[in-house]
């Protein structure tokens, strides 16, 4: 008989619940052939540049509509550029060596912010200046554009401002009268970002939507009605997400949640097992997100640093699955860019840059261990015994010499629900070319509630569409 492993539940508060687990793979619906979901291996990182030192990138932004596109980051102390052959160049230096930045540009200038400055790269010119306006806020966090304007955001209040625009645009200066507060809340602003021709601004608990309504001195007008009651919980988290934007939210009830923006209110995309093990992280504050396409799936990736935890989201499935590195430990990617069709992530551990990339099954020359957990097998909680299990699988994927010329596929096996695994053996995926390889174990035994564990280690690619076993009913 046929067996449905896959669903797209989550383990959480328990495996007594749902014990399914998803590590480094996603989720594929399928429509009426040989199963309803596969389960495919996450993408590889190969190295685009490995060049630019040892400090993690603090913000990445890529500029493609110029003559030759770049992409910037600012590591350390420093901003660079990098093109698309991955040289890099040293631009200049900034006061600080730590902490986020944010960047923007309108494709003359490039405006950064990280916290304590503000400066601005002339991308035509070359000319790198501080802003030393004297109206400039003096805890810039974050930086957006939107109608020729730049827009700033404090870190340290309700704080925000317009650049000058006319008579020339003109990002180092900052108008007195250009500069309002958030007024929804006495929460301090987390993010700004402009999202289809509207300035939204996130406090900690409260969120306001702007409009350039073409007002003299300050441009933009409070939309009205369309204030809401919660606000980020992590002011790195927000970004772009499928023509949407998403973050780490949370309402006055207390509970955070990773959402989507839907017009001015927010659609919830994180599962009430994930809001559980989120909410009982120490911290949450520093968590990071980026969104990115994979194959025809919106993926959204969220990171948390102080959790060592990286969970990602399949807007196509609907699914959630675990990102990890060899060790279990949090998944490198950081910071993201889409950067000449290459999707960029930085390490944030070093200061390399990769591409993820579909046909790399390691993360630059390190294995990526795949792992699923699999549903309940029970039945009114009455004996199962297994003579026999096939897991469904693209066979034949070996590699010509190396690790992986023989890959395995690892099976452990819970009598207990979930509560602990016993390992059984390691059976073949098929060398090279080997397309007809049963995957196959024997004689399992029996119990009330199976969960089956599937580990793949070998750099291969990866793909289960089911499993068929032999189950013979018992008794209580």
């Given amino acids: 008989m046929r067996v449905q492993l896959f669903g797209i539940g989550l383990k959480g508060k328990s495996p007594a619940i749902d014990a399914q687990r998803r590590i480094n793979c996603y989720l594929e619906p399928q429509a009426g052939d040989k199963t309803n979901l596969a389960l495919i291996g996450s993408p590889g990182l190969t190295a685009f540049s490995t060049s630019i030192g040892a400090n993690p990138s ?3 932004w890529a500029v493609n509509t110029l003559a030759t596109p770049l992409l910037f980051t600012v590591h350390g102390n420093t901003l660079y550029s990098v093109n698309n052959a991955a040289v890099v160049t040293a631009i200049n230096t900034i006061n600080t060596s730590s902490g986020d ?3 923007v540009d309108d494709g003359t200038f490039l405006v950064l912010v990280d916290g304590t400055n503000g400066w601005v790269y002339n991308m035509s010119t070359t000319s790198f200046t501080k802003i030393t306006d004297g109206n400039f806020t003096t805890s810039p966090q974050t930086v957006t554009w939107q109608d020729n304007f730049f827009i700033v955001t404090a870190k340290n209040g309700r704080q925000f401002q317009l650049s000058q625009v006319t008579p020339s645009v003109d990002p180092t200066v900052w108008p007195a009268v250009q500069i309002n507060f958030t007024g929804s809340g006495p929460s301090q602003i987390q993010a700004g970002i402009a999202d289809h021709s509207v300035l939204e601004l996130f406090t900690s608990e409260t969120s306001e939507f702007w409009q350039d309504a073409g007002n003299p001195d300050f441009p933009y007008a409070s939309i009205p009605g369309s204030s809401q009651e919660f606000g980020l919980s992590s002011p790195w988290s927000l970004c772009k997400y499928d023509n949407s934007l998403a973050g780490l939210f949370k309402n006055k009830m207390g ?12 659609q919830k995309l994180s599962s009430p097992e994930l809001d559980f093990t989120l909410n009982g992280y120490t911290n949450i ?3 990071e997100g980026f969104g990115y396409m994979l194959g025809g799936h919106p993926m959204l990736q969220m990171g948390f640093p102080s959790a060592g935890k990286t969970w990602e989201f399949d807007g196509l499935s609907k699914a959630w699955g675990e990102r990890q590195d060899t060790n279990g430990n949090r998944y490198w990617a950081h910071k993201f860019a889409n950067f000449q069709g290459k999707k960029l ?26 792992e699923v957990w699999s549903k309940h097998i029970f039945n009114d909680d009455k004996y199962i015994t297994i003579p026999e299990i096939q897991i469904d699988v693209e066979s034949g994927v070996g590699l010509t010499t190396g690790q992986g010329s023989n890959p395995q596929l690892m099976l452990e096996i819970s009598k207990d629900g979930g509560q602990t695994f016993t390992a059984v053996s390691w059976s073949s995926l098929g060398p090279i070319g080997n397309y007809a ?10 119990a009330r509630d199976w969960i089956l564990k599937l580990r793949i280690t070998d ?10 076993a032999e189950m013979v009913g018992g008794t209580f």
Avoid at 345 to 364: A, M
Avoid at 437 to 446: K, N
Avoid at 459 to 468: F, S
């Fill in 58 to 60: 603090r913000g990445m």
């Fill in 101 to 103: 930045v944010s960047m």
């Fill in 459 to 468: 750099p291969v690619k990866r793909i289960l569409t089911g499993a068929r």
């Fill in 285 to 287: 504050a520093d968590a």
């Fill in 255 to 266: 509970e955070s949640n990773v959402s989507r923006m839907s017009g001015f209110r927010l």
């Fill in 437 to 446: 390889q049963r995957v196959i174990w024997r004689r399992l035994g029996r």
């Fill in 345 to 370: 992530v930085s390490d944030f551990r070093n200061g390399n840059i990769y591409i993820i990339d579909n046909t790399t099954y390691t993360d630059n020359g390190s294995l990526a261990p795949m």
